[in-house]
C-alpha cells in the first residue's frame, strides 16, 4: 500500500531522521528510475519547484510539471478522475495546493 504524505505532521520524528539520513547520502537510490513524476502547482512556485523536479532527476525519473488550467480539477472534471487518470502515466503525484 502506499504512502501519502500531506503534511509534515504526518511524519513521527524518527521518519523525519531517516528522511534527512536519507538526503544526505553521496549516490541517491534510482527508486524513480524510468518513472514519471506529475507535479501539479495552484500557483507558480520557483523553489519548491525546482527542488521538487531536481529531486525526482536525482532519484532517476522525468518531472512532468502539470498547469491547473490543463487539467480543469472542478471544472471539467473531479479531482478524483484527473488523480486516477494521472496516475496511469506516473509513478508519483506531487502537489503544491
Known amino acids: ?6 503534511e509534515i505532521d504526518d511524519l513521527s520524528a524518527s521518519e523525519i531522521s531517516e528522511i534527512i539520513r536519507l538526503s544526505n547520502v553521496e549516490n541517491p537510490p534510482q527508486v524513480l528510475r524510468n518513472k ?3 507535479l501539479l502547482f495552484e ?9 521538487m523536479e531536481m529531486a525526482i532527476i536525482q ?6 510539471t502539470i498547469r491547473p488550467d490543463e487539467v ?9 478522475d484527473v488523480a486516477i ?3 496511469c502515466f506516473h509513478a508519483l503525484i506531487g502537489a503544491r495546493v
Open 36 to 38: 514519471g513524476a506529475a
Open 85 to 87: 487518470t494521472i496516475s
Open 59 to 64: 532519484l532517476g525519473g522525468h518531472p512532468i
Open 1 to 6: 500500500m502506499p504512502n501519502h504524505l500531506l
Open 72 to 80: 480543469g480539477i472542478g471544472e471539467r472534471e473531479s479531482a478524483e
Open 43 to 51: 500557483k507558480p512556485s520557483n523553489r519548491t519547484r525546482n527542488s
